[in-house]
């Protein structure tokens, strides 16, 4: 949907960023929080002392039921780094939070939010970013595509919808005018 590339628009703008995307990288990296829990659940994946994701993938693409086995904890995790983002951006003076949160919805994160920004652009634009990444596949996208709440009703309950399909000048005047709204 152009997230990250919208997030970096809003850091532009003074906010601090939260990435939980990043975020799960961390706890995934050499010696991260969660590789000790996805060695004992998932023994195969860790390698040199780091998730190795293909082969977390090829779990979660196996058994479904594994993807709330991971989310389980990993979730929770996550959190814990955001509380921590916060009180760093508190602490570096910033007025302005935004949480890059892709599973915000599904994940109830929403419940925790002052105001949601929902990034979205039209199902074809989409499906070619997403597709254009390093990696992903039809069914790596068709996966991630089951997880989620539809775009439509993200849009019915956001704050502000940011649409990216539109130029990343249309874009970046929608990031300006949220950023001066909420300060």
Same mark, same amino acid.
């Given at each position: 949907?152009? $997230? *990250?590339? *919208? ?22 990296? $050499? ?5 000790? /829990?996805? &060695? ?6 860790? +390698? ?7 082969? /977390?993938? =090829? ?11 991971? %989310? ?11 509380? =921590?983002? #916060?009180? !760093? ?5 910033? =007025? ?6 892709? !599973? ?21 634009? =989409? @499906?070619?970013?997403? /597709?254009? @990444?390093?990696?992903? *596949?039809? %069914?790596?996208?068709? /996966? ?8 439509? $009703?993200? &849009?019915?309950?956001?704050?502000? +919808? ?15 005018? #949220? ?5």
């Amino acid at each position: 949907m152009g $997230k *990250t590339v *919208t997030a970096k628009m809003f850091e532009d703008a003074g906010a601090y960023i939260f990435d939980a995307d990043a975020a799960v990288h961390s706890l995934y990296a $050499k010696n991260g929080t969660a590789v000790p /829990l996805l &060695r004992a659940v998932f023994p195969d994946v860790i +390698v040199e002392g780091a998730v190795e994701r293909t082969k /977390l993938m =090829q779990h979660l693409n196996k058994d479904p039921l594994n993807i709330g086995v991971l %989310e389980s904890f990993i979730h929770p995790m996550v959190v814990d780094l955001r509380k =921590q983002a #916060i009180d !760093l951006a508190k602490a570096n003076g910033k =007025q302005v939070f935004v949480a890059d949160i892709p !599973l915000l919805f599904e994940t109830g994160g929403d419940a925790y939010v002052d105001k949601i920004i929902v990034v979205s652009a039209k199902p074809s634009v =989409q @499906r070619d970013r997403v /597709l254009a @990444r390093p990696g992903m *596949t039809p %069914e790596k996208f068709a /996966l991630i595509k089951s997880r989620q709440l539809p775009d439509a $009703k993200k &849009r019915a309950r956001a704050d502000y +919808v940011i649409e990216t399909d539109k130029g990343m000048a249309y874009a970046r005047r929608q990031v300006q005018n #949220i950023m001066q709204e909420i300060l």
